[in-house]
């Protein structure tokens, strides 16, 4: 008995340390394969564009990944990128300072987040059905704010957040991008907001029982689900292109929850890697990247990335049952 107790657990820990490496693994091997494969793929400026094409997924999936701790989803995270962005290029068509508008569009992607948390926890609804709606609701009012026409005319120093780059090589969102990553990771490593989202995701009744509020701190995952996809989408994207579409950020959400089912990350809840979470994002970039400079056609990078998300939920199941 005791001996089949230590080789459960001795599987157990073997699982751990495979889900834990594996995306790291598979970054290294496809980055190898794309390093033989095209010339052009491991140099200096490819690789910049390569961590430049992953801040803004990486920095949206980061918030995803604290509302799928709890066991919830954010569909509405690409709606949120299109409906803070407007609202922050209204504001500075309007005559208000950018860094002002700025506030603005990080102000309106919290609200979005908040306004789905609510429906989730007051509203009771399921996670995927409150932010189906939520993700039309936003989308909409997106829409109705601009008459569907694309804003232009973005002030010239706002264009630097999303174009520039540091020490003549470093471009701004990937900055951003380390930054956002160092403050989630230290919260769920350090702060009682992150053990709280853990507790929730693994069993919510126990953690109500333990006396944790557990609608305000989904909440809270929401409110920075929606604040991170305005800081990535809102803000980033639209300051790279100089322009706020109101149709942009469809299948954001996807993309989101892609890196951070690679990263780690189980979608029953409870079991998170926020490294993991912006080592999937870099991954994804890389194999669009490479494919890209392989000419393979689009349907072609579609059907890989599929298949790769298909072998991290499997490996995540393997380690499901495998800890039952």
């Known amino acids: ?11 157990t820990a073997a699982m751990d340390t495979i889900r834990a490496n594996a995306v790291i693994l598979v970054l290294v091997l496809i980055i190898v394969a794309l390093s033989v494969a095209s010339p052009y793929f491991l140099t200096v400026g490819n690789i910049m564009d390569v961590a430049k094409q992953a801040s803004i997924n990486g920095i949206i999936a980061l918030g995803m990944t604290y509302v799928i701790t709890t066991g919830g989803i954010d569909l509405s995270v690409g709606s949120t990128w299109a409906l803070s962005g407007v609202v922050g290029a209204l504001l500075m068509k309007a005559g208000v300072p950018w860094p ?56 010239a120093d706002f264009r630097f957040i999303g174009g520039g780059v540091l020490f003549s090589i470093i471009p701004m969102p990937v900055i ?34 333990t006396g944790i509020n557990v609608n305000r701190m989904i909440v809270m995952a929401y409110v920075y689900s929606g604040l991170l996809a305005a800081i990535g989408g809102g803000i980033l994207a639209t300051a790279r292109i100089s322009a706020a579409e109101p149709t942009i950020g469809s299948g954001a959400e996807l993309d989101a929850i892609a890196a951070v089912v690679l990263g780690g990350t ?57 800890r039952d």
Request: charged residues 10%.
């Open 1 to 11: 008995m005791v001996s089949q107790v230590k080789t459960t657990t001795t599987k």
């Open 100 to 155: 002002v508008a700025l506030l603005g569009c990080i102000a309106v992607g919290s609200l979005c987040g908040y306004l789905s948390g609510l429906l989730v926890t007051r509203g009771r609804l399921q996670p995927f059905i409150a932010t189906l709606a939520t993700m039309n609701v936003y989308r909409g009012i997106a829409l109705i704010i601009t008459g569907g026409y694309t804003v232009y005319g973005l002030p």
């Open 176 to 209: 951003v991008l380390l930054l956002i990553f160092v403050v989630s990771w230290f919260i769920f490593r350090y702060q009682v907001l992150g053990r709280y989202l853990t507790a929730i995701g693994n069993n919510r009744e126990a953690a109500r029982l």
């Open 266 to 322: 189980s979608m029953a809840g409870g079991n998170s890697r926020v490294f993991g979470t912006l080592i999937g994002a870099i991954l994804l970039s890389a194999i669009n990247n490479g494919l890209t400079l392989l000419n393979v056609p689009t349907y072609y990078k579609i059907a890989v990335i599929g298949l790769i998300i298909i072998a991290a939920m499997l490996i995540d199941s393997f380690g499901k049952e495998t």
